[in-house]
T-cell receptor, first 112, second 112 residues
Framework: NAGVTQTPKFQVLKTGQSMTLQCAQDMNHNSMYWYRQDPGMGLRLIYYSASEGTTDKGEVPNGYNVSRLNKREFSLRLESAAPSQTSVYFC???????????FGNGTRLTVT | SQQGEEDPQALSIQEGENATMNCSYKTSINNLQWYRQNSGRGLVHLILIRSNEREKHSGRLRVTLDTSKKSSSLLITASRAADTASYFCATASSGGSYIPTFGRGTSLIVHP
């Protein structure tokens, strides 16, 4: 049982480049989330998908887009990367409203 | 914006001692969750406590919730070096979304 799988684990981009962070869960969870973690800031929500076919903005959505491809997969796209997007990105999922999150191991992104 | 705030920001203790971390939050909640993060890894769920519960236990972990004071505490008894990690509280605010909002975390170091 793999849980939540994120790819890639590490990525270095130049300013202006684009990339897509992939996330897949095999737990049949309904809701999926993208957070970013910066030193001293905790985790901040970028986008979430409460159920297949829906996506909504979180606290810090600017510069990002998402796609809930199916129930398993939720991708995060940076169209034109900026140094301010240097961070660790975590994907998480949960089965229902009143249940805990299951996290992937993160993608460490550096934008130069 | 952060809903929960952990206190202290950092805690250093000896193996065998108890560790207590606190979380305060601002608005009414449906539930409060505690997570652990080991260096370079994703977050792992520890305990979820609902707004109508006052205390929960899991092994050496004890969580209390005081909704009148909008605060929670996590107690780790008989700590071990392996408990060294960052600990985060996350709150799911009242209302329909149940989206977890994280604090900045407490960094715990347990010296062998």
């Amino acid at each position: 049982n793999a849980g939540v799988t994120q790819t890639p684990k590490f990525q270095v981009l130049k300013t202006g480049q684009s990339m897509t962070l992939q996330c897949a869960q095999d737990m049949n969870h309904n809701s999926m989330y993208w957070y970013r973690q910066d030193p001293g800031m905790g985790l901040r929500l970028i986008y979430y998908s409460a159920s297949e076919g829906t996506t909504d903005k979180g606290e810090v959505p600017n510069g990002y887009n998402v796609s809930r491809l199916n129930k398993r997969e939720f991708s995060l796209r940076l169209e034109s990367a900026a140094p301010s997007q240097t961070s660790v990105y975590f994907c998480a999922s949960k089965v229902g409203k009143d249940s805990p999150l299951h996290f992937g191991n993160g993608t460490r992104l550096t934008v130069t | 914006s952060q809903q929960g705030e952990e206190d202290p920001q950092a805690l250093s203790i000896q193996e065998g001692e108890n560790a207590t971390m606190n979380c305060s939050y601002k608005t009414s909640i449906n539930n409060l969750q505690w997570y652990r993060q080991n260096s370079g890894r994703g977050l792992v769920h520890l305990i979820l406590i609902r707004s109508n519960e006052r205390e929960k236990h899991s092994g050496r972990l004890r969580v209390t919730l005081d909704t009148s004071k909008k605060s929670s505490s996590l107690l780790i008894t008989a700590s071990r070096a392996a408990d060294t990690a960052s600990y985060f509280c996350a709150t799911a605010s009242s209302g329909g979304s149940y989206i977890p909002t994280f604090g900045r975390g407490t960094s715990l170091i347990v010296h062998p």
